[in-house]
Every structure is written in C-alpha cells, then in structure tokens.
C-alpha cells in the first residue's frame, strides 16, 4: 500500500481549492425548481407517522431517496430554514470527502502521486459535477458518490488485508448509497470489475452484494411504476447506443453553444470526436500495457452510465457526475503515463487533455453560472411572495408576468412553502409550456370562479411581476376583470353561510351549523369547469335512523343524470365525487339538482327534509 | 422504535433554533394610500399611479406613453360626489407631429366614455375631460386614454410611441 505523506497533504487540498474557485458561483446558489418542493416536505409533517411518511413514500419518479433528498432537505431546513448556505456547506463537505477518496484510491491504484493528483481535479472539471454542486437537489450524485468510492476504497483495504470488518464496512457503505441514489445498483459490477482485472478472479464474498442489488433492482422495477411517455419513459432500444455516445460527448466536450466555444473557430463536436479518438487510443494501450487503472476508468463510465441509457429524451449533464469519475481516471493515468513518455506523445496527451479541460471547463462553469442566476431570480420571486402574504395572509394572490423559466424555477414549487393560496392569472396559461410527461399544472392558476369570488368578498390581491418586484395591481387587475367573470358563482359552496343563497335555487331550508337540509328536491348553480378533468364533490348528513330502507340521492347535472348514491345506516355522513363533463364553448355554469327518493320527518319538525348539504365544490 | 421517537423529537425541537424571518418590505411595491389626485409622470414618487401602457422613462426623467395607458387617481373628499374635470398635459414633438396630425385622445372612467378631445399640433397641451358627478363616488378612479393614432415602430425603435405625458390631475369642474 502507498502511505500518506506530509506531500500528499498538499496535493489533497489542489482539488477542493479548485473546486472553491470554479464553482465559486454554484456553491452559493439559492433553492430553485425541486428544492421547494423537498423544502416543503416539513410543512406536512406534524405526527410520528407523518415523519415516516415525508421520509419514505415514494416522490417523484417513484423514487425513495431517503438520505439523500428526505433526511438532508427535512433535517436542515428544520435546523436552519431557508438558508442554503448550509445546504451549500454539506454538499461541499461531501465533496471533498469525495476528492480525498478519488486521491487516495488512485494513488492505491497507480501509485502515482501526479495521477492521483490529476485525477480529483479532472473530475472537479468535468461538466458532470456543475449542476450536482449547484443544485442542491441534485446533492443525491454526490452523496451517491461518496457512498460509492468509501465502498471501492473499503473493497480495496478488504483485498488488502482480508480483515472482514472491510468487508462489512464495504456491504454498509454500499446498502446506504441506496437512500442516496438508484445508481448504487451498479457498485456489485464495479467491484467485480475491479477484483477480475486486478487478480483475473472474483472472490465469492461479491456475490451479496450481487444479491442486494438483485433485490433491489427486482423491487424497483416491480412497485415503482415507469410511466410509458414523457421525458421519463424508458426506451430499451439500440439508441441506448447512441445515448452513450451522447454521454461520453458531452463528458469529452460539454454542451456549449457555438457563440461560447472556448476556440471560436473549433467546434464542440471536433474536440469531443478528438478527444473521443485519444482517450480510444489510450485504453487499447492501457489494455495492452496491462494499466488498469484506465481499463477500469472506462468500465466505471459504462456502468454508472448504463442505468441512465434508456431516458433517451432526459440526457443531463449532472448523470454525468458519478460516470466521469472513470473518465478522470482514463485521464490521468494517461497523463502519468505520457509524463514518463517521449516527447510527441507528452505533447499530444497535452494538447487532447488541454482541449479537454478547456471545453468541459467552460461548459462546468457556464452551467454554474446559469444555476446561480436561476437560484437569484428564484430567491427575489420567493421573498417577494412572502412579503404579500405577510401583507395579505388570508387574501386570494393573483400574479401576473411570470415568464415560463421563472415558472418552472420558482413559482410552481415554492407556493407550497408560503400558506396562501398564490396562483397565476389564468389568462397567462398560454405563457408557461407544460414539458411532456409532467404532471398536470392547473392548480398554479387561478381559475375564474376562485377569483370572482375572491373579488365579491374582498379578498383579491393582484400583483404583477416587474423588473425583480411585486408590484401590486389590485386596482387595474379589478377593473379590467372580464365582465363575465364578475357574475360567475363560486366553486365552492359552504351550505350553512348564509350568502351562499345567492346561488342556490329551489328546495333548500335556512341555513343551519351544519349546512342546509333539502327538499326532496334542491337545486344549486356552479360554474361550468374551466378545463377537463375537474371532480365534483359533495358532502353531506342524513340521520342512520332515516337511512332503513336505504334512500338514494340522485345527481343530476345541466336536466342529465351524473350519478347517485345509495344512503344507508352505514353512509350517514356521505362524501360523493363524479367526474364533471369537459368544458363547452359558450356554457359558463352548471345547475345542479340532487333529489332523494324518500323525505324525513323529524319529530316536532313539520319541513320535508331530504339530506343535509354542508358543502358542493368542484376542484 | 424508541430511537425513532427520540430522532423525532430531536428534529420536531430543532426548528426552534431557526431564525424568524423577516421578508424585505422593498420587494414589493404596493399601491399608494391614499391615491393622490394630481400626478406628475416625471416624478419617481408618483409611478405607482401610472398603471400601464407607460414605457421606462428617458434619460432626461421623462417618457412615452403607449397608443393606450392607465392612470389611477385619488378622488379628495371635496371632490367626492360632484362634477370634476381629469386634466391630462402632454407633449407632442415636433418630430413627432406628421405622425400624430389630428391626434384625438379618448378618456374613460370605469368604462364610461368621456368626451374626446383633439389635439391642435406639435406642443406642449393640457387636454380637459369633464367627469360626471357619478363616476366620484369612492376614494380612487381608474382612467384609461386611448390615441387614436401613434408613431409606429421605426429604424431602431420598437415601440409604438404615443405622447409624452406629463402630468395628470382630477380638480373641480370649475376652478374657484
């Protein structure tokens, strides 16, 4: 084994040093997109059972990330809120964890001090670890990572010095990258990998790990549903193929547009084929050169990669984070190698790994840039937002002027953080592109009847987005209401508040605490739904006494039947939900009648009485 | 399960070492309390009551307006309920004047018309709307001004350019 020295402490800081000054922007970026989405995941919990839930169910995609997304936005926005600057200082501390491992294995493994110091560094580099380090909801790559490289650096102290505490240390290390990231699933064939090409044996003691991630991939791909269209639907074709190459491109030479190349005259496409050709090259003779170090850089990028090959519609740039590990180790050991080399080859291995660095460089510090002013914009619209609902914490929030990337980086998710109700105008629909495959969107906008509403009872607030600030509007946005908005009914009716008569037709009683007894017959206008897919529900009582025979509630909606539901002794209280028709050019309401087959006679109560209604909404 | 509790307990008594927050007031800009009745479309103090159809002011303070803009102005206690008169001064300039020959400017409270008003020409002009008591009865008004014609986008310019304004102000019918 190589030891450490008081030289290798030096070489150990190089890499976190660069990694302070290329990502000096993406290491202070402020929450955007998904991370309001994980910040919110506290604001639901307020139970033991609440806990577990917000830590284990599955979220996006299906996926269960626990350490990774759960533990590390749940317990740090516990502790310090919405300070990312902690966030930022966990990522960080995980990295150079990650930097000292890459310098360590490497060392172990080529006994190179210029190769384990190059490697770190041509990782830090690497287009792969730009989004990882800015994003904090990309943090699952780098702790994935981390997880990896202590199970490799375990694995090798195993084999070492056949001590079984490694062994075990490894099997923990590497069961936990699974609350870190998916792509742990691969560490059984890195490690087999490894040991084949180190000894041309595999010790039995892999096979559990085998078995783990057989579990776990079995598991995977039978409870977590894989949507079948979308950016997220997997395609397991011969494009696979070409979706590698467009990895090892984008890790060769990033993804820059024309105006930013780093040679104006040189295209992105002739460094990443170059470099592409060189790093070819360097493998067949690190094959043959029995160097391998290199050979296992490339098996490492094949098989962390390969989980991501089927999303052929979502190549991005941060899948790279934990593949280019391998491809640093092609590269530096290819520059150990040309540094005890003749001339021409010093100087070729220079230029490819120079065009290299520069290219995937520009491209690592292009996209921290872009993070940090996505976080930027993200951070004046959220604070801005608070600052309303401060100013109006029980109004109805309508803004207006938000673009479609301010959308999608900030107002969708982090609304869920604020406690108000804040929706977007809903004549700006046409202003934000839902991607393929997303989720449906519509509860970001106001529809008309929510702000109708919220005008008639005084409870609108308007703003307009404008040159980073919220500006208020309330009193153009009010007098430039449509007409036909003004007279809309509410989607939701609270029966027992008296003003909601103004809506109700024949066959109600006075209200009560509880909501209004029908007639047998009673009759209600709601707004037309203002899209497809909208739920009719309503809620309601009939006392179990009268309920024997059973007594059936019909629905009827526009004269039509929509449904009906069989009261018994059992469904006193009731909650009926049907599906409402699409919505109709020129139809802006619906009138609704619910009729019961059977009236009840209260004792000292001479009304007919049909069932109670305590509220009638759509949603 | 015990260890469980114990961790959520911890985490449930973490929050409480959390700063409280204190959103920044400047982020928002919030509509001025009482709306002023006279506005000077140069002065910073005064853009809140601009609404829309105003592009960003020059380098001199001032600026265009759109063929179509939106003013608010606050209605004084004295005003309230009577006759009033929205003057509306502007500038045309002599670059301009080919373009906005015969300008008619049309005013509207609350989506009632006012009587519209012609432009004599290239100039600095005060344009005078008479508003009926009825239209005045609560603190503020929304007025919208639509030009009938405007300096259509040209050379370097984008914009559809319609006067300068200058100031705008609600005062009684009849000046004592």
């Known amino acids: 084994m190589t030891r450490l020295g008081r030289r290798d402490a030096f070489l150990l800081l190089l890499a976190p040093a660069f990694v302070l000054w290329l990502d000096w922007h993406g290491i202070r970026t402020w929450f955007h997109q998904d991370d309001f989405a994980w910040l919110s995941l506290g604001r639901r919990v307020d139970s033991f059972e609440a806990l577990l839930r917000a830590l284990f169910a599955p979220a996006a995609q299906g996926t269960v990330r626990v350490l990774s997304e759960r533990v590390f936005f749940l317990g740090l926005e516990r502790i310090f809120g919405l300070d990312h600057r902690a966030f930022h200082l966990a990522a960080l501390a995980t990295q150079f964890a990650n930097l000292a491992l890459l310098y360590w294995i490497t060392l172990r493994l080529s006994g190179s001090r210029l190769a384990a110091a190059a490697a770190p560094l041509a990782w830090s580099a690497g287009i792969g670890l730009a989004t990882p380090l800015a994003w904090l909801s990309a943090y699952n790559q780098i702790l994935c990572a981390f997880f990896l490289l202590s199970a490799f650096a375990c694995l090798l102290r195993w084999r070492e010095t056949g001590l079984r505490r490694w062994f075990a240390a490894q099997c923990a290390l590497f069961l936990l990258g699974f609350a870190a990231l998916e792509v742990a699933v691969v560490y059984p064939a890195l490690a087999t990998a490894w040991c084949w090409l180190e000894t041309r044996r595999v010790p039995r003691a892999l096979g559990w790990l085998w078995l783990a991630s057989a579990i776990f991939a079995a598991a995977h791909m039978l409870l977590i549903p894989k949507p079948a269209e979308g950016v997220y639907a997997r395609h397991w074709d011969l494009w696979m193929a070409r979706t590698y190459l467009q990895y090892w491109s984008l890790a060769l030479a990033g993804n820059l547009d024309p105006a930013h190349w780093p040679v104006p005259w040189l295209p992105r496409r002739a460094v990443a084929a170059l470099c592409g050709l060189g790093a070819a090259a360097w493998l067949v003779a690190a094959w043959r050169g029995r160097n391998r170090l290199a050979v296992f850089g490339a098996v490492w990028f094949t098989a962390a990669i390969a989980p991501v090959l089927p999303l052929r519609h979502h190549v991005m740039d ?302 | 399960m015990h260890r469980f509790a114990l961790a959520a307990a911890l985490w449930l008594a973490a929050a409480g070492c959390r700063q409280a927050r204190h959103p920044d007031p400047r982020l928002t800009l919030e509509e001025p309390q009482p709306l002023q009745s006279s506005i000077d479309a140069t002065n910073p103090a005064d853009e809140l009551q601009l609404l829309d159809g105003f592009y960003a002011p020059e380098s001199g303070g001032w600026r265009w307006s759109a063929p179509q803009f939106t003013v608010s102005l606050g209605v004084p206690e004295e005003l309230r309920g009577k006759d009033a008169r929205i003057e509306f001064e502007f500038t045309i300039p002599e670059a301009a004047a080919r373009d906005l020959e015969g300008l008619v400017i049309q005013a509207s409270v609350n989506q009632h018309e006012l009587p519209a008003w012609r432009s004599p020409g290239a100039g600095t002009h005060t344009a005078a709307f008479p508003v009926p008591a009825a239209l005045l009865q609560e603190d503020g008004i929304l007025v919208d001004f639509t030009l009938d014609r405007f300096i259509p986008p040209r050379g370097g310019e984008v914009r559809q350019l319609g006067v300068i304004p200058m100031k705008f102000r609600l005062v009684p019918a009849r000046v004592q």
């Not at chain 1, 153009?476 to 609270?494: G, I, K, M, S, T």
């Not at chain 1, 002794?569 to 009731?574: C, G, N, Q, T, V």
């Open chain 1, 318 to 619: 941060y899948y790279l984070a934990i593949p280019s590990i391998g491809a640093a180790w092609l590269a530096s050991t290819a520059l150990a190698a040309a540094a005890r080399s003749r001339w021409f080859l010093k100087a070729a291995t220079a230029l490819v790994l120079g065009l290299h660095l520069l290219y995937a460089g520009a491209s690592h510090r292009a996209t921290t840039q872009w993070r940090y002013q996505r976080g930027l914009e993200s951070r004046y619209l959220f604070h801005a937002l608070e600052r309303a609902v401060q100013l109006h914490p029980d109004k109805l929030i309508a803004v207006s002027g938000i673009g479609d990337e301010l959308f999608w980086a900030a107002f969708h998710d982090s609304r869920n953080l604020l406690g108000t109700r804040i929706c977007l105008d809903p004549r700006e629909a046409s202003a934000v592109s839902l991607p393929p495959g997303f989720p449906p969107i519509a509860g970001a906008f106001c529809s008309p009847p929510e702000v109708a509403e919220a005008f008639r009872s005084r409870r609108l607030v308007a703003y307009r987005w404008e040159n980073r600030r919220l500006r208020a509007i309330t009193r153009l946005y009010v007098h430039r209401l449509p007409r036909e908005w003004q007279d809309l009914p509410p989607a939701y009716l609270n029966l027992a508040d008296p003003a909601s008569a103004r809506w109700l037709g024949r066959g109600w009683h006075e209200p009560e605490a509880g909501g209004r007894w029908t007639r047998l017959r009673a009759e209600a206008t709601l707004p037309a739904p203002d899209r497809s897919g909208r739920t009719l529900s309503i809620h309601g009582y009939r006392p179990p006494e009268s309920l024997t025979p059973p007594v059936r509630l019909a629905v009827r909606m526009n004269g039509a039947e929509a449904g009906h539901l069989l009261l018994d002794p059992s469904h006193a209280a009731f909650h009926l939900e049907l599906p409402l028709p699409a919505p109709k050019p020129g139809v802006s309401s619906i009138r609704l009648e619910l009729e019961v087959d059977r009236a009840h006679r209260a004792p000292g109560d001479r009304r007919e009485l049909g069932v109670v209604i305590s509220r009638i909404a759509w949603q």
